[in-house]
């Protein structure tokens, strides 16, 4: 039986958002702070999310170039 | 919740035994009317190991007879989604092609006619139908749990704890419905508006049960979980923006805007890491999560085209 499981703190998803585990603050590119309020976090990557610095799903309407 | 008006004979022969206690040998023999009345009574078994009803002993849940006709109605029910949801071979890598699945269908959206056009009396029709699943939102995946393995249980878990609000009660997804039904004056009592719902409704209730209870479909439900998750930011935003329209109460457009933020997690979550673990440690269920998947949309799609036709929307 496997005896340790990777669970990393940061998950970068391939064309979505980053994963952030555990709180964290994040200041935005305004210098706006926004604090962790679940156990994982979707970090929006495209720069398209309307609900920053959050991922809102919208990258997945994004042509691939535009996707991160 | 009292048990639901009957739809057809099998629902009236099912709600006679649950009020007298007993489930005679010969309800095995009644025949259901239609497909209404066949899932109501299916829904109605499965509503004995939720919450149950009033007045009813908690004893039936595991009475040999209603288990009986139980099994009858899912072994059809089952074999009806095999045959109507036959998915393709997923490729490799795994979360890649189960994203791809799901985002290449194009099923009906219930949620874009909100955003745009529909009026207040038929978004609140909509929500009345939503309160049978979203009253008991996750509850049907919390089944699945002590089925898995250490990789996809503890995922799952990090989901769930999600759902039902990390412990803090006033964050439990199904409690933040009942505040925007409280809000716009409707209902929030759970089953209340059993008696109204179209039976696409009962049918989609019945899916996320038939997959949530039996272990050997562990794989279908934690594909339908990834195919509902993965369909619900954008159309949670959709949704928001025409409550906002509609002038809808701030608690239903918050409800909605929660999901737009915990689903774009969620579905990171459902597809890549518990899925994903899932398939690691058993790579035969791949093929029961395409299955799981297809369903959920297809039967959203059923639904959705049922609600635009009867608003004259197709």
Known sequence: MKEHFDHPDVVVCPGGPLLLRGEHVIEDAEGRQHRTSRPVSAVCRCGKSADQPWCDGTH????????? | MRIPKARGELSEALAAALQEGTAPAELADVAAT???????????LYELSYRGFDGVDDELEWQPELLALRHTLERRFEAELREWFSPPELGEPFADALFELIENDDGASVATFVQREATL??????????TIYHLKEADPT???????????KAALMELQYDEYGCGDPNRLHSHLFVRGLDACGLRSDYGA????????????????????????????ALGHLAAFEATSSLPSRRMAQGLERLGLPTEMIAYYEEH?????????????????????????????VAFGALACLGLEDRFARRMLAEWGAE
């Open chain 2, 260 to 288: 737009v933020e915990a689903d774009a997690v969620h579905e990171q979550l459902a597809v890549r890491t518990i899925c994903g673990a899932l398939v690691e440690e058993e790579p035969a269920q791949a093929a029961e």
């Open chain 2, 121 to 130: 009396d038929q978004t609140l029709e909509l929500l009345r139908y939503r």
């Open chain 2, 193 to 220: 508006y059993i008696d109204d719902v179209p039976v696409e409704v009962l049918v989609q209730n019945n899916a996320m049960s038939l997959f949530g209870l039996h272990r050997r479909l562990r794989g279908a």
């Open chain 2, 142 to 152: 919390a089944w699945v749990v002590p089925r898995l393995t250490t990789g996809p």
């Open chain 2, 34 to 44: 239609d497909d209404a009345d066949r899932h109501l009574s299916l829904w109605t």
């Open chain 1, 60 to 68: 997945k309407v994004l042509p691939d170039k535009l996707k991160p």
